[in-house]
């Protein structure tokens, strides 16, 4: 499928103003987020923009290079204003379309899906002869995501979870509308296994004997066929590439047996769906605080508590880590959650009258979000560990949610690819963390 996407206005046309903000800045994040979810979550789609950055475009550059290209469908982006009290999503078809068209039929789908997700009044379904409707050659939409100058509709369109949510809308209604195919559910992860045990002293010696010949290895506690083993794990890579470097090197140093397990083999330990919830937290703190103060010079160091109640439920702490990470845009709190509210996964936040729950230290914001996560991963009582601090935990439906990406559609921004965002995070944490380490041992042997 060809999707020509539009971003409205641009350059010396703003668009509609409103709260301190320009369409033309909204719209086109927006659509560069409709791009990267379509482009790196479907197979056979192809995406060309009208501008990727604000620049003047007119609208007969618009539609002549969606006719000339051969566009499948063109998808304009907009947002609207009237007199600051109107609000709500409304989108439009050509006003000589009938209602049984196939771009109408396109468009019922579409609205349907946007609607369900962008928590906007439904100002319904429209025509009108909008240039880029009547013009391009192929069935054509245009959305209108909010009214700017409207306090309750800005609020959300300044969030950018909130944009990155109607974005796939936007993305689920096209995938439905074009029966659009996704690619792997899971990225993969692929670890250097190097050795199991059941005696957890032969794998402490197997690990201090990789590190004698400077290669970093840990071990942590896994189930197979219903016991427990120590593996020892020398390396984890999302290039399978890098793996078999670190495999060579591994066996180099004499373990012949070692080999390298793909996270989600059914003979590991997360299963079939990948990446489960309950599990060893493998990153340390500081390794975890590392990463966000690369991102964010003036983040507060919570690794500590994501190891600690991490281990204290069995919960992947460093995930967890990275789920924390993806919510707060790295500890910057550029959504409806303050930081004041110490509340790092967004536990009940539902828009701007809703900003969520708030803790009195980052210590019970940490062990809220990994009790919430315990809620989904097992049907378990909760250890006697710590008092219950997660306000919504009985609302959770207990264990339904053994993995990560069967957070898709649970958790507080719902959509199609949320669990794989926080694990492509997730990989990008481990990924600087061995280079990190590399150049650690360097420096100590330099």
């Known amino acids: 499928m060809k999707l020509y996407l539009d971003p409205g206005h641009g350059g010396s046309d703003p668009g509609a103003r409103g709260n301190g903000m320009a369409e033309k800045d909204i719209v086109l994040d927006i659509a560069l987020r409709i791009r990267d979810i379509l482009t790196s979550g479907y197979n056979r789609v192809e995406v060309k923009m009208s501008r990727t950055g604000d620049k003047s475009v007119s609208l007969e550059e618009r539609t002549n290079e969606a006719n000339s ?4 469908y063109f998808l304009s982006i907009h947002c609207n204003a009237f007199n600051g009290q109107v609000q709500g999503y409304e989108d439009y078809i050509h006003d000589s379309l009938s209602d049984s068209s196939q771009t109408a039929i396109y468009q019922n789908v579409m609205h349907e899906e946007i609607i369900a997700v962008n928590r906007l009044t439904d100002r319904g379904q429209k025509k009108a002869n909008f240039h880029v409707l009547r013009e391009s050659v192929m069935s054509a939409l245009l959305t209108e995501n909010g009214f700017i100058d409207n306090e309750h509709d800005a609020a959300l369109i300044s969030d950018p979870s909130w944009r990155q949510t109607v974005a ?10 074009f029966n659009l195919e996704r690619k792997n559910e899971e990225k993969a992860l692929y670890k250097v296994i190097a050795g199991s045990f059941q005696s957890k002293d032969n794998a402490e010696e ?3 004997y990789l590190q004698s010949k400077d290669i970093s290895a840990f071990d942590y506690t896994t189930t197979l066929s219903g016991n427990r ?8 890579f999302s290039s399978r590439k890098n793996a078999e470097t670190r495999l060579k090197k591994v066996r180099k140093a004499g373990i012949k047996d070692a080999f390298i397990l793909t996270e989600g083999d059914t003979g590991g330990e997360s299963g079939p769906k990948g990446y489960a919830i309950s599990g060893a937290t493998f990153l340390s703190p500081e390794l975890m605080n590392q990463y966000v103060n690369k991102m964010n010079a003036d983040a507060i160091e919570l690794g500590i508590y994501y190891l600690k109640f991490g281990a204290d439920y069995g919960i992947r702490g460093d ?7 993806h919510e707060t845009d790295f500890l910057k709190f550029t959504g409806i959650v303050q930081p004041e509210q110490n509340n790092f996964c967004g536990l009940g936040a539902t828009g701007p009258d809703n900003p969520g729950a708030s803790f009195d230290t980052p210590r019970d914001g940490v062990l809220a979000h ?6 989904y991963a097992t049907t378990k009582s909760l250890p006697d560990k710590h008092p219950l601090v997660d306000p919504r935990f009985d609302l959770v439906t207990r264990g339904s949610a053994g993995s990560w990406v069967e957070l898709n559609g649970k958790w507080a921004v719902p959509g199609n690819h949320y669990g794989q965002s926080i694990l492509s995070l997730y990989e990008r944490i481990i ?3 061995m280079k990190n380490l590399e150049e650690i041992r360097k420096n100590i042997s330099a």
């Open 431 to 433: 990924e600087f963390s």
């Open 69 to 72: 290209w051969g566009a499948d």
């Open 370 to 375: 990994i009790q919430h996560l315990y809620a």
């Open 206 to 208: 197997r690990v201090a």
């Open 168 to 177: 796939q809308g936007h993305v689920n209604g096209l995938a439905r509308a």
């Open 229 to 236: 083993w120590y593996r020892v794990q020398a390396g984890a």
């Open 319 to 325: 995930i967890a880590f990275a789920q924390a990470m």
